[in-house]
Nanobody, 113 residues
Framework: QVQLVESGGGLVQSGGSLRLSCAASGFTFSRYAMRWYRQAPGKERELVAT????????NYAESVKGRFTISRDNAKSTVYLQMNSLKPEDTAVYHC??????WGQGTQVTVSS
């Protein structure tokens, strides 16, 4: 079955960096686009970044453009989210997603001011 396992979250000061990872299994990873979402308490879930199956096409929410970078390693069935210049408003649980229906358990990112 499809499994997505996120890691790499934590507590960081404003302006700091984190790198999230999402290890995938149970499907042919290289055939599917991958997405990172986030959800802060009391807010709707937000699509943060998308990467095509080959990694050649990426898209970002306006709120993270220029600060976050999504990438993937198809040999390792892993998608990454490099987050730089973090702000307190980036605080959320970050989830990876595939095929719209499958979600990881999430990893908490907390940015202190």
């Amino acid at each position: 079955q499809v499994q997505l396992v996120e890691s790499g979250g934590g507590l960081v000061q404003s302006g700091g960096s984190l790198r999230l990872s999402c290890a995938a299994s149970g499907f042919t990873f290289s055939r599917y686009a991958m997405r990172w979402y986030r959800q802060a308490p009391g807010k709707e879930r937000e699509l943060v970044a998308t990467i095509s199956s080959t990694g050649g096409i990426t898209n970002y929410a306006e709120s993270v453009k220029g600060r976050f970078t999504i990438s993937r390693d198809n040999a390792k069935s892993t998608v990454y989210l490099q987050m730089n210049s973090l702000k307190p408003e980036d605080t959320a649980v970050y989830h990876c997603n595939v095929m719209s229906d499958y979600w990881g358990q999430g990893t908490q990112v907390t940015v202190s001011s």
